[in-house]
């Protein structure tokens, strides 16, 4: 396996797990008219155990893994919050009015600074 | 997933089972049956189109093009102050043989009318909420009908693997890659600039300053587009040790198509220049494989660094681009190497 693993939005890469499609759909083949198929690999890590964890797990890791916010720069609990009204604002997650505040104090735990 | 560099250093062409991979939305299908596939073409065309694979390799005369897929956000990890997003180092990027059909001639077989402003592109990866906006993507109709744009069923000679968007993908040449849907199946001709999240709100550049600005400004934006010139070292890594005397270094190079003129190599960190040897031209839209040698003494530290100038003049720059999304970085690199 010959990839650098960052995060992606919903191929999260443990590498072994990819192993399957170089096989089926790499190598020297040319005829399209075939079905090919991935597995997708497992979740490397869900959130650690916090206060609010269970929100991100519930709200967050429907559309991306929890190493997306791992792999950030450190934010603040503002920048934390407003990246999770964008989710929730821009890319449609239905996350709770009254939860935003939650899940921002339990991300600034994770990958925060003052 | 991204490349790394020491695979860049081993080809001209980035093998496809190491090819960077990128995608936006998490509902991208696992299986997908070619023999079913269908390209429709729609909108403003007199003819609309349901094309097979087949069809595109049949129908067409296949064209093939050597050129460069670069994430727009590809070393966002390094900007400074940082931005979020993937966290990209360099490798977000690779180089293929491209084979395909012209969407120009698929287009003019669908007919289009004379009021054709953009063409927009959709591909089988979906949101898992109906909430969350679509992947869809829309060029100019004149870029559209360049004859370097392509749908491509073939990468580097084999399929293209499914991560990458088996059976067929949009290649255009000399654009970011948010431009080359994968999986596409759905070719609609629109008669007005695309209002669709990913074109409007999304991949947006400062529209001042080459898209470079100070931490804070604010600005009008407007879609990102074609790549700047940029040029890598591949196959020293920071901190190498090399034995002292001739040391070969190499590396690749590459702009948004107008081809890359020269290569300078430095080994003091950008003090003095040498100019590189270029390596076997595979199109103005490859990377371009440079070499340039230097000597080193033991005990010695060197900071190399490559300095690449395109056909259209621009050359890389010694100050870093930042920009909110972390897009454009095309600085001057250096590598910092030990001779012991």
Redesign the interface.
């Known amino acids: 396996m010959r990839w650098t693993s960052i995060v992606g939005a919903a191929l999260l890469a443990a590498a072994g797990g990819l192993g399957a499609w170089g096989a089926a759909a790499g190598g020297a083949q040319s005829d399209p008219n075939v079905t090919v198929s991935v597995t997708y690999p497992p979740e490397r890590q869900m959130f650690k155990d916090g206060e609010g964890a269970g929100l991100a797990r519930a709200n967050c890791q429907i559309c991306h893994s929890s190493d997306y916010v791992y792999t950030q720069p450190p934010l603040t609990k503002a920048q934390w919050a407003a990246e999770v009204t964008k989710m929730k604002r821009v890319y449609g997650a239905n996350i709770q009015d009254g939860d935003v505040d939650a899940i921002a104090a339990y991300l600034v735990t994770q990958n925060g600074r003052e | ?4 560099l020491s ?1 860049f250093d081993e080809s001209d062409f980035t ?4 090819f ?7 509902g ?1 299908p ?6 079913a ?1 269908r390209v429709k073409v729609h909108g403003m065309v007199a003819r609309e189109l349901s094309l097979s ?2 069809d595109l ?1 049949k129908s067409y005369e296949p064209v093939e093009i050597a050129a460069v897929c670069q994430c727009s956000g590809n070393s966002r ?1 390094f900007f400074d102050p ?3 997003g ?4 360099n ?1 977000a990027m690779g180089n293929a043989r491209w084979r395909g059909a012209r969407l120009a001639d698929i287009l003019k077989s669908a007919a289009p009318s004379a009021g054709a402003v953009q063409v927009r592109f959709n591909g089988l990866e979906v ?7 679509d992947f869809v993507k829309a060029l100019d109709f004149d870029v559209a009908m360049q004859p370097e744009v392509i749908i491509a ?2 990468m580097n ?7 990458n968007g ?3 993908r949009l290649v255009v040449p000399g654009y970011f890659a948010t431009y080359w849907v994968k999986m596409l199946n759905d070719v609609e001709v629109i008669g007005e600039p695309d209002q669709n ?1 990913w074109m409007k ?1 999304a991949y947006r550049i400062p529209s001042v300053s080459n898209g470079c600005i100070a931490p804070g400004q604010q600005t009008p934006t407007e879609p990102i587009g074609k790549m700047r010139v940029r040029s890598f070292i591949t196959n020293l890594a920071n901190g190498a040790h090399v034995a002292p005397g001739s040391v070969r270094v190499r590396g690749i190079a590459f702009d948004g198509g107008s081809g890359i003129e020269r290569v300078a190599f430095s080994s003091n960190g950008g003090q003095s220049w040498t100019q590189a040897q270029l390596g076997r031209d595979d199109g103005r839209y490859s990377f371009r494989r440079w070499s340039a040698a230097f000597g080193a003494r033991p005990g010695q530290a060197y900071r190399l660094a490559s300095r690449a100038e395109a056909g259209d003049g621009s050359v890389q720059p010694a100050t870093a681009c930042w920009n909110p999304s972390g897009y454009l970085r095309n600085i001057v690199e250096t590598v910092t190497v030990n001779a012991s």
């Open positions: 997933m991204e490349t790394p695979v093998p496809n089972d190491a960077f991979v990128r995608w936006h939305l998490s991208i696992a299986t997908i049956d070619g023999r596939f694979v087949d390799r990890g940082r931005v979020p993937g966290q990209w180092a490798g949101p898992v909420s109906p909430s969350t906006p069923y073939q000679g084999a399929d293209l693997p499914l991560l088996f059976p067929v999240f709100t």
